[in-house]
């Protein structure tokens, strides 16, 4: 198949083939006509490359994955590289994860915090700390 269709068929764009090419995770070939030209294998590193980027694996990250489908086997995350990148983005997620509930924990307390003040102030709320000046026309004592 041609990038167009390889393209279409992996619901990306044919610049974006083109930029994985130059990084070195999609190989074309070239027909008699210099077209690029793509088979199956092709659009399941592409998909795998997809998959692994709505994760949130930044495309480096991705290549274990593709080099171990190139090396023929079934899936890409069966080879030791890609296994080590499935468990070192594990602990980014477990630290990002960590980093989530101290801030949820800290808004939280905010929160409680700040309610505690609002019941305590009249029933209405706390009154206003500044004056509010209409807007429009002067006031006849503004004059």
Do not use: W
């Amino acid at each position: 198949m041609r990038i167009g269709e390889l393209a279409e068929r992996a619901g990306t764009t044919t610049r974006t083939l083109r930029y994985y090419e130059s990084r070195g995770l999609l190989h074309a070939r070239r027909a008699e006509n210099g077209y690029r030209t793509y088979d199956e294998a092709d659009l399941r590193l592409i998909q795998q490359i997809r998959t692994l980027q709505d994760f949130g694996f930044d495309l480096e990250e991705t290549r274990p994955f593709v080099d171990c489908l190139r090396a023929g086997h079934p899936a890409g995350d069966s080879c030791p590289a890609s296994l080590a990148v499935y468990r070192r983005k594990l602990g980014e997620l477990d630290a990002l994860i960590a980093q989530l509930r101290s801030v949820r924990t800290e808004v939280g307390a905010q929160l409680a915090r700040a309610e505690l003040e609002a019941s305590a102030e009249l029933p209405g709320g706390p009154e206003p700390r500044c004056e509010l000046r209409p807007i429009g026309p002067e006031r006849e004592d503004e004059r």
